[in-house]
């Protein structure tokens, strides 16, 4: 049995991170969407509602698990027994940094694959900081993400508008 992980921020997960979990779900017999818990950024989502909206999302679709992580990525590669990662790369823009990463956890856990999907090509101008940027200034995200995550940004930034709170911006 084949086990991988697909990790990321997620903040919010996107369309394009949709297709490629749907896609990734093929290549094993077992597909753990890991969200990272980062205290140190503080995102636009807390990881519970990045953790709800992607559930949500895979409703549909069965034998998928969602589950946070803290931490080294290679521990909870370790820690779930998983075989190898995969993560998408929408272009260029992404490939020195997927490599990096795949170079640097096969360092640390030696025989780690990272199996990289290419983003298809409707979806690769989508991006999570994009939808944040869209959703700050009050325009309509919905080409982007899964209804779940436009759902809850309307709901997050109407209760922002509501108390006058300035909404945060993170980074991708
Ligand atoms: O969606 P993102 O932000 O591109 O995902 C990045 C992520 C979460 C995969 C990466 O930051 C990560 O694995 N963080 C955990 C810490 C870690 O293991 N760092 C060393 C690997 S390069």
């Known amino acids: 049995m084949k086990t991988a992980v697909f990790p990321g921020s997620f903040d919010p997960l996107t369309n394009g991170h949709l297709d490629l979990i749907r896609r990734a779900q093929r290549l094993c017999d077992r597909l753990i969407v890991a969200v990272l818990i980062n205290p140190d ?3 636009l989502l807390e990881t519970q509602q990045r953790l709800d ?5 895979l409703a549909q679709v069965k ?8 931490g080294l990525l290679i521990e909870f590669v370790k820690q779930e027994q998983s075989d190898f990662i995969i993560r ?3 272009g260029v823009q992404d490939l020195e940094n997927e490599m990096a990463m795949a170079w640097t956890n096969e ?3 030696p025989g780690l694959e990272t199996v990289v999907l290419l983003t298809r090509p409707e979806l690769a101008g989508v991006s ?3 939808v944040r940027q869209i959703a700050h200034f009050g325009g309509d995200v919905s080409p982007f993400v899964p209804p779940a995550v436009d759902e809850t940004l309307l709901r997050l930034y109407n209760k922002r508008d509501q108390s006058d ?3 945060t911006k993170g980074g991708e």
Do not use: C, M, W
């Open 41 to 43: 950024k503080r995102g």
């Open 53 to 57: 909206v992607i559930r949500q999302a």
């Open 63 to 70: 034998g998928i698990e969602v589950k946070a992580f803290s």
């Open 88 to 90: 998408g790369i929408r």
């Open 107 to 109: 360092k640390l856990l």
């Open 128 to 130: 999570s900081s994009l």
């Open 165 to 167: 709170d300035t909404p």
